[in-house]
């Protein structure tokens, strides 16, 4: 099959011919249609976050179930599902607690296979790693069933991809990790599918005022389209006071779907007193932020969201329903189509901001 690999850091992704293993026991063989690319992706293609390599990256997946192994009820072949990264054991204090996406993971390979053992890609004799229990650019994927989730077969493949990652993050970091109320006043730091995603689940929870902050007046016009009440362009010296001033002395709520020193920075500093500041965007690893020490006093409060605090399986499904019933939108998040051969330029793309997200599609 086809796949791109990344063999060296900062270097474009090769398109090469590798081959994949048979499904064993709890594993499902799945033929890829749609995978987003996603700023975690370039992370790791920038060094920013450590891999082994080569490794085959994408995680923002939707597929058809091809072949499953021989204890997996849940699917069958011919089934539509979403991949996620958060894959859950569902037998650890964190699953069991409620809360699978800070799943402890390990017993799950424990079960079926060791860590020497996970499922392989190969080129010849030589071991290709898999990216986060998915590695989605690839036209076939061989993953654990409990990373899957079974979903609505007429949705398409583009939309129900951006749901695997994107959406799921930024919806449930507004709607399940930091649980706005009806009437909060928020901002989004990053208007990309990410942001996108957080200003529409701003809107669906009733906030009362959506300030997005980006530095590309597209994206600011965007996310009016998805639901922001008012922009700040992130290109302004002056992005905390303006923010300030709109919101009568900081926000409830603050986003930063980016994950850069300064914008973690700022997400803290707009928020009011009470406020809180989610953490969605990859903070490269290594890197410290600094804070106003003086505004814990004013019970400033600021988190990390993991995948959007997700409960995949009953989460996804229910995003989707939101698509179709058109109270989220996701058609609008998908700037461009591209083939597996063309994913550097989508790559490319992204470091430009200017897009929301580019989705290889898969024939
Ligand atoms: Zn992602
Ligand atoms: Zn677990």
Redesign the pocket.
């Given at each position: 099959m086809k796949a791109a690999v990344l063999r060296e850091i900062n270097q474009p992704l090769s398109i090469e011919n590798v081959s994949i293993d048979s499904p064993k026991p709890s594993e499902v063989l799945v033929q890829t249609k749609a995978s987003g690319v996603c700023r975690s992706d370039l992370h790791y293609i920038e060094g920013s976050y450590s891999h082994d390599l080569p490794v085959i990256l994408g995680h923002e997946v939707a597929g058809v179930v091809i072949e499953v192994g021989n204890n997996v009820s849940y699917l069958s072949p011919g089934d539509t599902v979403v991949g996620c990264i958060s894959i859950?054991?569902?037998?650890?204090e964190?699953?069991l607690g409620g809360r699978?996406a800070l799943?402890?993971?390990d017993?799950?390979w424990g079960l079926l296979r060791t860590a020497e053992d996970r499922p392989k890609l190969y080129k010849g004799n030589e071991t290709i790693n898999q990216f986060l229990r998915l590695s989605s650019f690839a036209e076939m994927m061989l993953v654990h069933e409990n990373a899957l989730v079974k979903v609505d077969p007429e949705v398409p493949f583009e939309q129900l991809a951006l749901v695997g990652c994107g959406v799921t993050t930024g919806l449930g970091a507004v709607l399940k990790t930091a649980q706005i109320e009806a009437g909060s006043t928020v901002a989004v730091i990053g208007c990309g599918g990410v942001g996108l995603s957080a200003i529409q689940g701003a809107r669906i929870a009733g906030a009362l005022r959506i300030i997005a902050i980006d530095t590309v007046g597209s994206k600011l016009e965007m996310a009016i389209a998805h639901g922001a009440t008012d922009t700040v362009s992130a290109l302004s010296n002056n992005v905390v006071e303006e923010v300030i001033e709109m919101s009568n002395g900081g926000v409830d709520y603050s986003f930063d779907a980016l994950g850069i020193k300064v914008t973690a920075e700022q997400s803290y500093d707009i928020i009011r007193p009470g406020g809180t500041a989610t953490i969605v965007g990859l903070i490269p690893e290594g890197v410290k932020i600094e804070l106003d020490g003086a505004g814990f006093i004013d019970e400033k409060r600021i988190q990390g969201s993991c995948m959007g605090s997700n409960q995949f399986r009953t989460d996804m499904p229910r995003y989707i329903e939101l698509y179709k019933q058109g109270r989220l939108k996701i058609d609008s998040l998908v700037s461009q189509r591209l083939k597996i051969d063309e994913i550097n330029k989508a790559l490319e793309d992204m470091k430009t901001g200017e897009i929301a997200r580019s989705v290889i599609v898969f024939d």
């Open positions: 859950f054991c569902g037998r650890c964190r699953c699978p799943c402890l993971r017993p799950i």
